[in-house]
């Protein structure tokens, strides 16, 4: 079993950038696959990124694509998310993922969630 705490959001204007941050708490973080996904008032929670468990393989959202970074720390057991040239449109709560075996995009295959960090990009 793993915790996961995320911080790192906060009020940040268009084109300004912020560093995600997600603590997990256990032995084997190495043995999770990891995931982004966010969640905008009045709308459903949607993939955002997501890392194998080595950090060789990394997938995007095509909204993020080219502007955010998802990547690792094993020995940190740390995931973050940097997130470049932010948009009004990328305001919402963002919470990380994990799980043994994951299928990328869809959140029903992660088993364990944080609390959630909000992001708000003001234009």
């Known amino acids: 079993q793993v915790q996961l705490v995320e911080s790192g959001g906060g009020l940040v204007q268009a084109g300004g950038s912020l560093r995600l941050s997600c603590a997990a708490s256990?032995?084997?973080?190495?043995?999770?696959?990891m995931g982004w996904f966010r969640q905008a008032p009045g709308k459903e929670r949607e993939f955002a990124a997501a890392i194998s468990k080595s950090g060789g393989s990394t997938y995007y959202a095509d909204s993020v694509k080219g502007r955010f970074t998802i990547s690792r720390d094993n020995a940190k057991k740390t995931l973050y998310l940097q997130m470049n040239s932010l948009k009004p449109e990328d305001t919402a709560v963002y919470y990380c993922?994990?799980?043994?075996?994951?299928?990328?995009?869809?959140?029903?295959?992660?088993?364990?969630w944080g609390q959630g960090t909000q992001v708000t990009v003001s234009s």
């Open positions: 993922a994990a799980a043994y075996t994951i299928v990328p995009r869809d959140s029903k295959t992660y088993d364990y």
């Open positions: 256990g032995r084997t973080f190495s043995m999770y696959g």
